[in-house]
């Protein structure tokens, strides 16, 4: 089963109903909740959902919605050695690099985001959700 990492705006895509995007990331969580592959996000995307969302909703919503979200993803945490990496990185973006080193330190397949020009120098391969669900197809 392949190991997939969330990018946060692919978790918001899906919380937020943000079109046109939230149907490729429904159709990768539907995915998750088959088990037919393992979805994860760093702990950094839980919190920084949480703070997008509670701009929109009540904060006790949000809140629920991230109970029932947090059924079908792995939460990966945010040590000493990622932050290291990320500080140290080439990465333009301080949260890209957290994402990415969160990725690399705990053996993801791939990284799903809708951000890939600051994902260039991946060791693993970086699609959007659209990409992989077509992958999926074949």
């Known amino acids: 089963m392949k190991s997939i990492f969330l990018d946060t705006n692919i978790v918001l895509d899906l919380l ?9 990331a429904a159709k990768l969580f539907s995915l998750a909740d088959k088990k037919k592959i393992k ?3 760093s702990a950094l995307c839980l919190a920084d959902t949480n703070y997008i969302l509670s701009k ?13 979200f947090k059924i079908l ?4 945490p945010l040590d000493d050695k990622i932050t290291d990496l990320a500080l140290n990185s080439e990465f333009k973006d301080f949260e890209d690099a957290i994402q990415y080193f969160t990725a690399i330190e ?7 985001t ?8 991946c060791k693993i391969p970086v699609m959007t959700a659209g990409e992989f669900i077509k992958t999926i197809k074949k």
């Open 16 to 24: 937020a109903h943000r079109i046109p995007f939230y149907n490729a």
């Open 39 to 41: 979805l994860s996000i």
């Open 56 to 68: 929109q909703h009540p904060e006790m919503e949000v809140r629920k919605i991230l109970r029932r």
């Open 73 to 76: 993803v792995n939460v990966l």
């Open 106 to 112: 705990n053996d993801q397949d791939l990284i799903i």
């Open 114 to 121: 809708r951000n890939q020009p600051d994902f260039k120098e």
